[in-house]
Structure formats: C-alpha cells, structure tokens
C-alpha cells in the first residue's frame, strides 16, 4: 500500500515538474553533443595537424641549411610578419599580389558577410577607424538585417508555404498536417537543390583548387552562417569576372540566406514540431492566465464606463439647448 502510495505520488511529481524535466534532459543532451563533437573532431583532426607540423618543421630545417646565411631568428620574423600580414588578407605570394582586398566588389561582399553575420575572416580592417567603423556598421545593421529578413520571409512564406497548403487542404480535401509534413519535405529538397548541389557544382569548376565536397562545405558554411573562411571563392590568382563574380556571391549568400530562413520556417509551422517544441517551454499557470484575464475584463469594464460616461456628458451638454428651444417655442406658441 505504502509502495503504490509512494508510487503514485512520484508520478504526480513527474507530471507536474514535466517540462522542468524536459528542460533538464535538453540542457543534459546538449552537453552531451557538445562533447561528442569535440571527441570527435579532436580524434580526426589532430592527426593531420601533427603531420603538418611535422612537414613544416623539415621545410625550414631544410631551407635553413640550404641558406646558412640566414640565421633562425632571422627567419622568424620574417615568417611571424608574413603570418600576421596574411591574417589581414594581405599575401606576399606573387600570384596573390594582384588581388585587391578593398575595392568597391570586395567590400560589398565583406558589408554582407558583416550584416549577415558570417563573417569569413579573410579580410579585417586594418585601420583603427575602419575597426571603429565595423563597430557602429554592425550594431545599426545587424538588427537592420534582421529586420529586412524577418518581413521579407514572413512575406514568401504567405504565398510559398501557407496558401499551398490551405489550397491543396480546401480543394483536394487532404489533411492539412499531411500536407504540411510533405510540403515541407518537398520545399527542403527543392532549396537543397539550388542552393547547395546545383552552386556546388559551378563553385567546383570556378574554383580551381575547389572539388566538389570542398564547394558543398563552403555553401553549407555559408548559408548557415558559420563562415569558418577556410574557403572564400573569387580569391585564386588571376580570376576572370572578379568583380562581376564577387557580386554574384553576394546576390547568391543573400537569397540563398532568406531561402534558408524559409525553410525552416515551414518547418517550424508543423503541428509536430510545434508539440515537441512547448515540451521543454515554461507553462503558464493557471492563477496567472485568469489575472490576465481579470484584468483584460476591467480594461474592458473600464473603458465601456468611460464610453457611457461621456454619452451621459454629451447628452447633458446637449440638455440645455433642448430645454432652451423647448421653452422658446412654449413662450412663442402662447403669445401667439
């Protein structure tokens, strides 16, 4: 008896704790994930980084005894100013010398990677008013882009996701959660497929050091914007169209951005995702949805008393005239 009372209480504990539950198991999981990733990198990564290291070291053992007149540190510097310049997009190397950092072309492309939050790295100002400058460009434009993002997805959605799926709904009579789960599925292949296969594919033959994997990865980089700039197109040595090709780039990271928003979007207008969303959300009590309701009704109460109060005055200020006129037109009548 004590058992099923024990029992039994535990789960009303449960149930009524759920969502704190949820939100711990969410935070636990994503711990979880975060370790995962670093496990996994760590042990994919750090055997390349060694042999690389090693391949460096015996590059400058070798370049070093071939030149005795140059000392180590000597070399160093060197090395260390070269390392530093590259850092700032700034090359050494003669078939890089040719590219500018900051013409017009190459600083639109940097505008959108700051306003789109990407961000790629390669090209930093150098200056400290161009620094300050990013500063202030960034805490007006950021939310700007926001903004301009936020109204133009609500805008696409009305007519690619919701009128769809109402129209396919009302006409055909499907079920409107069905026809939401594969106007979803059919919308993400479709994006998938201009924005990442089908700009892969070009990137590969643009990019000449690029195969196809390495302009999937940037595309998905990209368009996600975590910007990494490992891979930063419109950078190899002579590049035909630079300019022309970097505001290609930028038109696609644009619309390749909003298509993203789209998508997920729709996808977060699913009934089930929207169910396994408020799992993990604050519910609100009960006591404070009626407070918020008593409150709407003496708002309500309120402002229907203030409306009858100034009929009442109106009707009063109006009395007067009315009695006048009245008494007026007595007074005529008789001495008529």
Known sequence: MLQSLAGSSCVRLVERHRSAWCFGLLVLGYLLYLVFGAVVFSSVELPYEDLLR???????????EE???????????FLGRVLEASNYGVSVL?????????????????????????????????SDGGKAFCIIYSVIGIPFTLLFLTAVVQRITVHVTRRPVLYFH????????MVAIVHAVVLGFVTVSCFFFIPAAVFSVLEDDWNFLESFYF?????????????????????????????????????GLIAMLVVLETFCELHELK?????????????????????HDQLSFSSITD?????????????????????AYADGSAGH
């Open 54 to 64: 090693q391949e460096l070291r015996k590059l400058k053992r070798r370049f070093l």
């Open 67 to 77: 030149h005795e007149c140059l000392s180590e540190p000597q070399l160093e510097q």
């Open 94 to 126: 003669s078939n890089a010398s040719g590219n500018w950092n900051w013409d017009f072309t190459s600083a639109l492309f940097f505008a959108s990677t700051v306003l789109s939050t990407t961000g790629y790295g390669h090209t930093v100002p150098l």
């Open 170 to 177: 009302i006409r055909w009579g499907f079920s409107k959660q």
């Open 219 to 255: 595309c998905f980089i990209s368009l996600s914007t975590i910007g990494l700039g490992d891979y930063v197109p419109g950078e190899g040595y002579n590049q035909k169209f630079r300019e022309l090709y970097k505001i290609g780039i930028t038109c696609y990271l644009l619309l």
């Open 275 to 295: 169910k396994f969303r408020k799992m993990f959300y604050v519910k609100k009590d009960k006591d404070e949805d009626q407070v918020h309701i008593v409150e």
């Open 307 to 327: 409306q009858a109060a100034g009929v009442k005055e109106e009707q009063k200020q109006s009395e007067p005239f009315v009695a006048a006129q009245g008494a």
